[in-house]
């Protein structure tokens, strides 16, 4: 079990340590950033607000992640994020019920993902085709759930979804840090890890060890596009109505962007959820240590451009065998010193 | 028929159709009013988008463009607001920019081995945030070469004006052909988005190609973007905030192969001018929303992918039988 | 003994070690002007190494290379082409998006005022394509033609661009009668004008048809080379496929021949259109069956439908009685089915996934997502085949694909055994793998085959499918011809079949 914890340290340590370089230098800027306070029942203070802030791209990235190490993308979930907001609001205003609300929402949400995993696995379409439909198309769909309008609506129990606060924490936090815990040990504690890593690597020759490979990518759309439906709640309730031109307006693009920083292949394999939430957590710590710390920020996207350059040219592969090369080359000395003895 | 001209066909098939349907519907729509603004409102869209076909029918895409052209607007606005130089000095300027931006993500795509995607993806917040750090207002352009810029145009028979920008995406798309078809590089793209590994055996330079691919479409989105601030007379650095989805639209509808190595440019012309149409309708219905053009695109775009998955199905179905 | 000035091009000592194998090791290679020279081998022979060793796409770890008498040492296919030695291979290299003329011309388009003169380039394309009798729209897309005419563009196009060598890898490969002959022409004519031509297929008859003389790698060395007039098609086979051993090996079987028990898994007209014609299969438990016969003579393809990766559209299959569904993979592993692909790399091995994963995925894939095989189990079960087949791998949680090929081969095969299954279906088990591991996969056979497993075994090598089976099936042009049982079973008998076969061949 010592060897397995140690893995994980080793795996999640550029993200840990990434994280953490950023967090001081924000706090170097911005002196009272580490500060936690307690008020009515719940915990205030910019790393909260970076949790709280970062949640849609978080819950995003849980999807993505698995989508990605199936080696495919799916450019929808931003779009699907507005479609299921605005079937919750539509929803909600019709005067049905939370509980209806949320099926309805989150039904959707699955019945997109099963339309891009059917384009994948079925129809076999190169994956940021077929997503690019939905991508294109959802939009449309939404303002047409919302007829336009910023649909909005003051039900105290969807408006809690995005607003609320459980154990100290606030409902967005407790959402995405829950439903990916779950996505992870479902994935770690089953087999279904080990098996979409396979899918990713090698469909054919997973096919062939008899690996269900159609129902796994077909699954792993549906988890994206229930991530995208969660995500929509949130960004919904956290506004108290549905926008279908702004809610999760390029958010595919930064979930895309945590699953990278988080050390997933787009190559598709080895996945590992805890370093995408990292990577989330990265880029809202971007996102809000810029305006914290009293930076302009429309330096935001220049420095997330840079970051994202940086960490893609370390993870490329002409830098990763150049760094053999110079591991090969520092390993040889010392062997060089035995032979000399 | 050659099945290479099918989606062009269908392309083509598709705007007559729509628009015989439109004149059904609105006489008016058959003048060349219509025609002279559907090509104003779309020209800096057609411009970029011939970017995108050559990066597209190369085999990779550039999601960049929208904030080049918003960067583009912004540079001129700021330049001219407070510089005495003159707006085409400043044009060049920015056309250089631009295209050496788009040379730098073609290099560091091919020398790097990275997936466009993530290059472009990449250069698409660059691009938006150096906008945002030369300004975040929306800064008009007063200039008076503009305005006498703006008051070119060719009276068509009928009363509609052919634009100068409307006329510059004409000349653009005329360009665009003879560079796809009339070349040795129109070939090398074409060579590339039909693979690279069998490319790089018949000799096609990889690199060189690669990065001439995105650095004509970040000159042409740098054009795209002089064109966006004829037509606005301002420079926003949130403007043209996905046009990139617009344009890859447009080449797909327009008939061209996602993947690479197969398509018009000529289409892609198509493409845009449906998707100008079906807003013109909307327009003149009155009664229809917005939102009803994304969503018939999308469809499009769908069509266009099942299409397009057939004729290979059966192409390959042939070669196995013949 | 010809002078060493009429040869083309002359290869002497070529070796090229790859990681963990020696591919070439030594080999002599010559060929004349005016020569059609065949090169044959099975597969992993070391054919393809020493075309790419010609013609630059690999760098030669030894050897000289003369053409025309001068060494050359081209760095990659291109310089090699300017040389003089163009290459057309059995997948057409060409770009089937571009037109046929584009493709003849890419990057010395002609131009006028900058620009390519589309009509002087196809009319250079028709003039080029009338050499070969070929009257084609060249305007038209290279992918609307049929394979042979490819195969003709893309030889004009290596011709017209080198001009001293040509080398056909496998051109012949999917194209029928009429096709070969019209191929066949234009190699004669260009053999006139004086072109050398290296020509590898696994078509014996087309190589008695037009070669000058063979030349016949096994495993990396070479085999000779002989006037094709002087060599005997049952000396050819033997050469290609290894008889040295033989009356050894089979003698000293003969005498542990135990009789096959009754037929236990039972095929009836089993076959697919446009695979395997159908066939009839019976093996009892306990028993091997091997699979022998030329590259291309359909044997990984009765692999395959035996397994379910394609579906049969004939035919019955039974055991015991019982009808078995063997409609795709995962049904014929629920059947306790297993299948070790000829092609690791791309069929069998997971590469990026550690051995510990590939041993446990058929069986954690039988078990369903969410019966997880526990971490301990797997690392049980990892540990009991590294133990049991010797793989060599610092540990458990390396991605298999640093493993040799030898090793690989192993952990795949534990992935089936760790699924306990009672039909086991083994597509070229020892190729590619060093010695010592060709030894214990021999050896790891035999012993499944006397616990009770019943196998079927497609080899290339026929020692050893005459040392561990007890019947032998012999396939030609997608049929099975032959079958052979008990004392029949020699290397002998099965040259003669597959030769007999050829002979039988009405052309």
Redesign the interface.
Known sequence: MTG?LKAYAVRLFPQVAALAIILFMVSLAFPGFFKLSFQNDRLYGSLIDILNRGAPVALLAIGMTVVIATKG?DLSVGAVMAICGAVAAASITAGHSLAFTLLVTISTGILCGLWNGVLVAV????P???T?????????????IT??AILTFNHPGLIFIGSGSLFGLPMPVIIWLGFGLIVALLVR????G??I??VG??R?????????TGVLLIAAYILSGLCAALAGIIAAADIRGAD?NNAG??LE?DA??AV?VGGTS?LG??FSIAASLLGAMIIQSINTGILLSGF???????????I??LI??IQ????QSAFIWMSRVRAAEPKKEQEAK | MNPRYLPLTATVAIFLIAYAVCIAQYPNMLSTRVIGNLLTDNAFLGIAAVGMTFVILSGGIDLSIGAVIAFTGVFLAVLLQSTAIHPLAAFALALIITTAFGAMMGAIIHHLEMPPFIVTLAGMFLARGMAFVLSIDSIPIKHPFYTSLKSFYYVLPGGGRLTLIGGLMLVVFLVGILIAHRTRFGADVYALGGGTATARLMGVPIGRTTVMIYALSGFLAGLSGIVFSLYTSAGYSLATVGVELDAIAAVVIGGTLLTGGSGFVAGTLIGILIQGLIQTYITFDGSLSSWWTKILIGLLLFAFILLQKALILLSDRRRRHA | MQSVSSYVLSATGIDKIFPGARALNGVDFSLARGEVHALLGENGAGKSTLIKCLTGAYRRDGGRILLDGTEVDPHNTLEAQKLGIGTVYQEVNLLANLTVAENLFLGRQPRRFGLVDARAMNKQARALLSQYDLDIDVTAELSSFSVAVQQVIAIARAVDLSGKVLILDEPTASLDTHEVAMLFRIVRRLKDRGLGIIFITHFLEQVYDISDRITVLRNGQLVGTRDTAALPRRELIAMMLGRELVHEVSEAKQSEAKAPGAARFRFRGFGRKGHIQPFDLDVASGEVVGIAGLLGSGRTETAEILFGAERADSGTAEVDGRPLDLSSPRAAIREKFGFCPEDRKVDGIVGDLSVRENIVLALQARRGWARPISRSEQDRLADHYIKALDIRTSDREKPIRLLSGGNQQKAILARWLATNPEFLILDEPTRGIDVGAHAEIIRLIETLCEKGMSLIVISSELEELVAYSSRVLVLRDRAHVAELTGEEVTTNAIVEAIASAHEGRPS
């Not at chain 1, 054919?204 to 269900?212: F, P």
């Open positions: 397995t993308i129809l076999d379409i190169q940021i085709i077929a690019l439909v939905l991508m294109v198309a959802g939009r449309g769909i939404a303002q047409l007829e336009g504690r089953t087999a279904l080990m098996l890593e396979a690597v090698n054919r020759a997973s096919r062939l060890s008899g690996v269900s279908a307006l390029w693009l895309i962007l990278v787009l394999g080895r302009p920020p429309e330096f935001n996207l220049i420095i997330k451009a840079a994202i350059v893609l040219v490329s592969p002409r830098a």
